[in-house]
């Protein structure tokens, strides 16, 4: 591969001291880094996620946890846990997979993307070689798996932070989940590499992907990465070579997203790639970071997107952060009957299968039990 494939200019990389580089070597959390490859000059590109940076000697990758120490690239972030909790997989959100389980969930220190509007950022846009204080250092994936059954959980999410640059440990501790017989769940922004899917696809049950916008302009300007192209590549190789369970988000940006074109552009990409059973969840925007003088998206636009979705074809369309009394309610899409009911994060299953069809006549509704 060619050294200007990288989509990040050498500006926009971390240069570290000779003491801090000295500091992360022998780190428990400091692991020579997966997917890459030594170039010239002693740099090295890294393809864990789709911004393949090219990185001289002494720098950081564009996340901030890939370092080129003399030639060679090192991943800091393994086992270092920035948040741990038992969440229901509804708040992921996911609605289709073990509806009603408890999914241990973790989260780490940085970002390939730059969002403004980013709600984590406190820990996305972390330095992850000075700002490690704020984290559990040795969370290594026999603790993670542990606390999992330890809270009878049913399975693990990656997710607070991007698990597509977190490679060295959700490899890991996807295989050791899968062993202890829990699923497996990314939250993911989707701009991760083939080869990163490769490596995690077969140990992955589950693909929350954020499907932002059709418009390269939307990832350029508010997500400072070139374009989405990747993205949609990446969701459609989840679930047709590795066969996980995908469901999209879109957090719908007042002036930014928000246009029925998008909409209905975003809904029947869906459908035409993903299929028309997959669940869509559109979330509502709330002012976050550097985008304040955004209002919160108007319910109205939120009823359009949902209406466009299902106008497009798709049969499971959610809306989310935002209260609404049958919003995130499953109904069978043949007998139009409640199946999975839920309010706030509380699910009852009342009208489906085991095998996740209607309990009334069959129908398919690629659920997960
Ligand atoms: S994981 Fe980090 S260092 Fe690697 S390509 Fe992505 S942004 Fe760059
Ligand atoms: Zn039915």
């Known amino acids: 591969m060619p050294d200007n494939d990288s989509v990040v200019a050498d500006q926009d990389l971390t240069e570290l001291r000779p003491d801090e580089l000295r500091s992360l070597i ?80 973790v989260g780490s220190l940085g970002c390939n993307f730059r969002c403004i509007f980013c709600q984590n950022w406190e820990i996305a846009f972390a330095d992850a070689v000075s700002s490690m204080g704020v984290c559990e250092y040795n969370f290594g994936p026999e603790q993670l798996v542990r606390r999992a059954l330890d809270t009878g959980s049913q399975g693990v999410a990656w997710t607070y932070n991007e698990p597509g640059i977190w490679l060295n440990y959700t490899l890991d501790s996807a295989k050791l989940a899968k062993q202890a017989g829990l699923y497996t769940c990314y939250v993911t922004n989707g ?76 809904a029947g990409w869906i459908v035409e790639n993903l299929g028309e059973l997959t669940p869509w969840h559109i979330s509502r925007f709330y002012p976050h970071a550097q985008m304040q003088d955004v209002p919160p998206t108007p319910v109205e636009t939120l009823e359009m997107a949902k209406r466009v979705g299902e106008e497009e074809g798709l049969k499971f369309v959610y809306l989310g952060n935002v209260r609404t009394k049958t919003g995130e309610n499953t109904y069978c899409p043949s007998c139009g009957r409640l199946v999975i009911e839920r309010s706030g994060y509380t699910t009852r299953v009342v009208g489906a299968t085991q095998e996740g069809k209607c309990a009334h006549d069959g129908a398919d509704l690629n659920v997960v039990m």
């Open 26 to 105: 022998g780190l428990p959390n400091v692991r020579e880094a997966l997917l890459y490859q030594k170039l010239e000059s002693g740099r090295v590109r890294c393809n864990i996620c789709l911004r393949r940076c090219s990185i001289p000697s002494g720098m950081a990758g564009y996340c901030m946890t890939k370092v080129n120490i003399d030639g060679s690239l090192y991943d800091t972030i393994y086992g270092v846990v920035s948040a741990a909790h038992a969440d229901p997989i509804e708040k992921k959100p996911v609605f289709h997979y073990k509806p009603g389980s408890v999914c241990f969930s």
């Open 191 to 266: 701009y991760v590499t083939p080869e990163h899917l490769e490596m995690i696809g077969p140990h992955l049950d589950v693909y929350r992907v954020d499907i932002k916008s059709m418009s390269d302009d939307f990832y350029r300007k508010l997500i400072k990465v070139p374009s989405h192209t990747g993205i949609l590549e990446s969701a459609i190789l989840a679930k047709t070579r590795w066969n996980c369970h995908v469901e999209c988000v879109t957090n719908v940006i007042p002036g930014w997203n928000d246009s029925e074109e998008n909409i209905r552009q975003t």
